[in-house]
């Protein structure tokens, strides 16, 4: 990707700048049918699950949290169906969640019969108010859980292994940011020792903002810290899971890959409990967006958006970034004319320079057409660019204003929104018909 910039040109004439940027995407991992499916009022069947899953693969994803196989029979059914009609690329390991008990592993193992690339992700939650509160567990009773998990998962794991399936484990301190960064610390090392991994078969540790209590800069110091502090940091991925309940969810992720995170988990659109999951479409398009290429097709969004709405039966907001339905257009007069007056400079050897546009709608399957829309706070020259662009009428420019003040008075009378034929309907009686 050439067409965009690192980052926009701003000097800060007293120290240097950037401070640091982030230069490559991460590995991703999309959890919206297990995290974000469980937060739908109306869970995803089979056959959506299914649907949903072959849309993730088709945009790139190399790892996909398929569900919970051993909490519900849907769960195991999807997992069997993807395996056995071998619906899984050779290079897409299927990700399933499971709590450290023996009966649930085992259950969880069965699912995964037949599969090439396996993530196993085990998870117990580490913080006080979790061990105090719900589980009356001290911390050595925590640990203890989490390395049982492990070591059960060792022992039935192996047949699977012998079967041919590539085992990666995954474990997550759920509530890590309200945890004891010590004691995190400790657990995930504890886990990390029974494990055992390697440079060539490395251990993923997740460590989820299960409930963002905090400003993205003190998430990002709690995982520069992990970072820092772990042992087998050559054989470990280092793996985000940030939820949205400040709103911060995309900034606190950005700030963490900067502090030496490799790994993302979210959902698209940021669909997940309560506020959501981290937002995996914003993450992606913002580094598209700085010329870094994320790996991950969004070409077609608009596709993405219709399965996503029809298999979750939730709805993009308008005004969501890159995908809501108003985001490419321009209300205002000033910002109109500004567009019309920027985009005839574009040109494919410049950087994407559009003024109010971030992106090439057209990179993301978006139209230019639906770019400007007229209202009765629009100026002149958004009228004259709907005259030009969709009915071909070049009107000089002493005529801008005044056929703009025609249609701003229209759209004045009528309150509302003109479409482009409103316009050319004026248009044509005020000046065509008269003469
Ligand atoms: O938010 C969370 O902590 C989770 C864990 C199970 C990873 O979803
Ligand atoms: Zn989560």
Redesign the pocket.
């Known amino acids: 990707v050439t067409k965009y910039r690192p980052f926009p040109p701003v000097n800060l004439p007293d120290r240097q700048w950037p401070g640091r940027v982030i230069e490559r995407a991460p590995t991703w991992c999309s959890?919206d049918l297990?995290?974000g499916n469980q937060a739908l009022a109306q869970p995803m069947n089979v056959e959506e699950k299914i649907e949903f899953f072959d849309m993730l693969v088709k945009i790139g994803f190399k790892e996909i949290e398929v569900g919970f196989p051993s909490a519900s029979q849907i769960e195991f059914d999807f997992c069997r169906r993807l395996i056995e009609e071998n619906r899984i690329p050779a290079d897409v390991s299927i990700q399933i969640?499971c709590q450290c008990r023996e009966e649930l592993i085992t259950r969880s193992l069965e699912a995964l019969k037949g599969a090439k690339n396996v993530i196993f992700?085990l998870?117990n939650?580490t913080s006080p108010k979790q061990r105090d509160y719900v589980f009356g567990a001290s911390k050595a009773d925590i640990v203890a859980i989490a390395v049982k998990g492990v070591s059960l998962l060792k022992k039935h794991g192996q047949a699977l292994i012998d079967a041919g399936t590539n085992l990666r484990l995954e474990y997550?301190p759920?509530?890590?940011t309200s945890t004891e960064l010590e004691f995190a610390l400790e657990i995930c090392e504890a886990v990390s020792d029974a494990w055992q991994p390697t440079k060539a078969n490395k251990i993923i540790l997740?460590l989820?903002?299960?409930?963002e209590y905090a400003t993205p800069n003190v998430h990002a110091d709690q995982i520069e810290w992990m970072c820092t502090h772990l042992t087998r940091r050559e054989a470990t991925i280092v793996s985000l899971?940030t939820?949205n309940d400040r709103g911060t969810g995309v900034a606190a992720t950005e700030l963490a890959l900067l502090a030496g995170a490799d790994r993302v988990?979210g959902t698209l659109f940021g669909n997940?409990?309560r506020t959501g999951?981290l937002d995996l479409v914003v993450v992606a398009l913002n580094l598209y967006t700085h010329g870094i290429d994320p790996k991950l097709d969004f070409s077609d969004i608009n596709h993405i958006r219709d399965v996503y709405e029809r298999c979750t039966r939730m709805e993009i907001h308008p005004r969501h970034p890159y995908a809501g339905e108003l985001v490419f257009t321009a209300f205002s007069g000033s910002h109109q004319d500004a567009i019309k007056k920027s985009w005839p400079h574009q040109s494919p050897d410049r950087p994407w320079d559009v003024i109010y546009i971030p992106i090439d709608p057209a990179d993301i399957g978006r139209s230019y057409k639906a770019i400007i829309r007229i209202n009765s706070q629009s100026g002149k020259g958004g009228v004259a660019y709907i005259l030009e662009n969709e009915f071909g009428y070049q009107l000089p420019k002493l005529m801008h204003k005044e056929i703009g003040k025609v249609v701003n008075d229209l759209a004045d009378s009528k309150g509302a929104e003109l479409t482009p034929q409103d316009i050319h309907d004026v248009f044509v009686r005020e000046y065509i018909d008269r003469v």
């Open positions: 959890v297990r995290d969640l992700h998870y939650s997550s759920e509530s890590f997740n989820p903002a299960t409930v899971h939820h988990e997940g409990e999951n």
